[in-house]
């Protein structure tokens, strides 16, 4: 696959992503909030503050989100191999490690004020494993792509 089609294949997928985590924070997640409330009206003073957890941990996302719109615009570039990609792939595992230590601190704060069950936890668990996850990909990523980028110089300065 030449780099202008996978460009534009990883630019899809990312708008792809946005869309479906626009339409599940911005819809999905109030309504499963309403119908928790419908079930449980105890439930009720604790779906504002879920809620305001879930959507400032979706800024994070967006923000990798732009970056990997950027890594795409490097390989279009042909730039796949520079320290501006490691950059971008530094800061998602940034972006992705702060995000998870944000929602598992969050959490355990909501455990401590009796506004989330134990039971969640599980759930917590599992996303905190994926961000933590993604965040080491994109930091090993990172030095990889820095290690090309130092043998494409010393290739280019050998020619």
Known sequence: MKQDALAKWIKFVIAGVGICGFIVYSVIMPRFGAYLVKQDTMLEKNVLPWLILIWVSAIPCYGVLVLGWKVADNIRKDKTFSYDTAKYLKWVSYLAMADSIFVFITHVIFLILDMSAAA????????????????????????????????????ELTV
Do not use: T, Y
């Open 120 to 155: 969640v936890m599980l759930v917590i668990i599992i996303v905190v494993f994926f961000g933590v996850s993604i965040s080491v990909v994109a930091a090993a990523v990172s030095h990889l792509v820095i290690k090309a980028a130092e043998i494409q110089e010393e290739n």
